[in-house]
Every structure is written in C-alpha cells, then in structure tokens.
C-alpha cells in the first residue's frame, strides 16, 4: 500500500483547502484511511478517519464542523475538506492506512493502529 497526499500550501486565516490521498493498492475499498497532522514541536494528531465503505466518520472536536472527509473508492482516494483554517491548523498532514482490512463500522483515529503512510504536504496558515 503506498499513499501520496498533495493540495497542501499557504492560506490565509478563514480560508480553505482540499487535500487529496490517492492509494495505491488493488483493495482500497477494504481499507479504512486516516488524516493526521504533525505541528512544529507537538505530537501526531488524528484530524479525521473514514470507515472502507464511508459509513463512519471520525473528527475531533478540535476540527469538527470545520474539516470533512470523504472517499471515492472508484479513484482510490480520500479528500479532506478543510475550511475555515486557522493558524493553529498550520502543520505537516499525513493520510496512513491501518496495516489490516477494517469492516465497515472501523474508523480510528489512534496513529499505533495505522502502519502505512504518505509522505506528508504542508498546510500553513498565515496572513
């Protein structure tokens, strides 16, 4: 399973971006995929999850409302919909695959349970 995130870049306080995961694996639509952020200096953190069918989805409060996930099983990809940025959302966002099939009720948002990985795009948010 390989991953390649792109859309990241520079975005003023309030605005939006669309990150995109394209994955690269015959069995996509068996794998639920996760959205992580790494700031400057602070642990990983789960910013969104989505369950292999798309039927579940996870946020955290810190983005609820604001950041949406989606799939298109067809593309082999997972987008993440990021509005109403603030400079606190400025970080490295990675997607990562768990290293088993997940049913359709699965969506994680804990990193030990993810073992495939992007190589990350860079989000930052400044005026």
């Known amino acids: 399973v390989q991953l390649v995130e792109s859309g990241g870049g520079l975005v003023q306080p309030g605005g939006s971006l669309r990150l995109s995961c394209v994955v690269s694996?015959?069995?996509?639509?068996?794998?639920?995929i996760g959205w992580f952020r790494q700031a400057p200096g602070k642990e990983y953190e789960g910013v969104s999850c989505i369950s292999s069918d798309g039927g579940v989805i996870n946020n955290p409060d810190s983005v609820k409302d604001r950041f949406t996930i989606s799939r298109d099983n067809a593309k082999n990809t997972v987008y993440l919909q990021m509005n109403s940025l603030k400079p606190e959302d400025t970080a490295v966002y990675y997607c990562a695959a768990p290293g088993h099939y997940g049913g359709s009720d699965y969506c994680s948002l804990q990193k030990f349970e993810y073992y495939e990985w992007g190589q990350g795009t860079q989000v930052t948010v400044s005026s």
């Open positions: 694996t015959s069995d996509f639509d068996r794998y639920a």
